[in-house]
């Protein structure tokens, strides 16, 4: 079985998750190649995917998007599975009572169960390094408000025990191979 973990990452967090399923699937007993979503050409090598993008405000990066709707021919052939980073902070429930990776999940979620039927999604904490070079007009606005920094938490929330857990179930998913029930989405 070979699987391929794609990804769009805009300073890095989301190319560390990616980088982390891959390692967990591969010892796993998965041959899993790991690769930024810009270098992949084709799908159709690979017998499973896992696909992932960094958020901001709710969205994809458009490369991810763009990559899904190019491939969805080929993704929606083979075993599938999203992921996505992006809400910082502890907090686990936000000030109107929501969990807040729920509510993390990025609006292209819904369009992409319909192209590719994915076995599953998932929304991941992120991090953020407030003085790392901003990407983009937008980022540099953002950086200017003095809301900025009271709205986005600096540092690294990603919760590795989390994307473990969800790599050794997309693992376990495939090694039961095509003839196994339908398993609840992971």
Excluded: C
């Excluded at 076995?119 to 200017?144: C, H, N, S, Y």
Aim: proline fraction near 7%.
């Amino acid at each position: 079985m070979t699987v391929l973990v794609a990804y769009a990452s805009r300073h890095g967090a989301t190319s560390g998750i990616a980088e982390r399923i891959a390692a967990r699937l591969r010892a796993a007993g998965l041959n899993t190649e790991v690769s930024p979503v810009r270098d992949v050409r084709d799908v159709r090598a690979y017998e499973a995917v896992v696909l992932g993008s960094a958020a901001y405000m709710f969205h994809w990066l458009k490369e991810a998007t763009a990559f899904a709707t190019r491939h969805r021919a080929a993704l929606a052939e083979r075993p599938v599975w999203l992921f996505s980073s992006g809400p910082l902070g502890t907090d686990t429930v936000d000030e109107d009572g929501r969990d807040v990776l729920e509510s993390g999940r990025p609006k292209e979620f819904d369009r992409l169960q319909g192209l590719l039927h994915p076995r599953g999604e998932r929304v991941f904490f992120g991090a953020w390094d407030p003085e790392a070079p901003a990407i983009g007009v937008g980022e540099r606005f953002m950086r200017l408000l003095p809301a900025t920094r009271a709205m986005l938490p600096a540092g690294d929330f990603r919760d590795w025990p989390a994307i473990d857990a969800w790599a050794a179930a997309v693992a376990a998913e495939l090694q039961a191979g095509p003839d196994r029930p339908e398993a609840a989405p992971v």
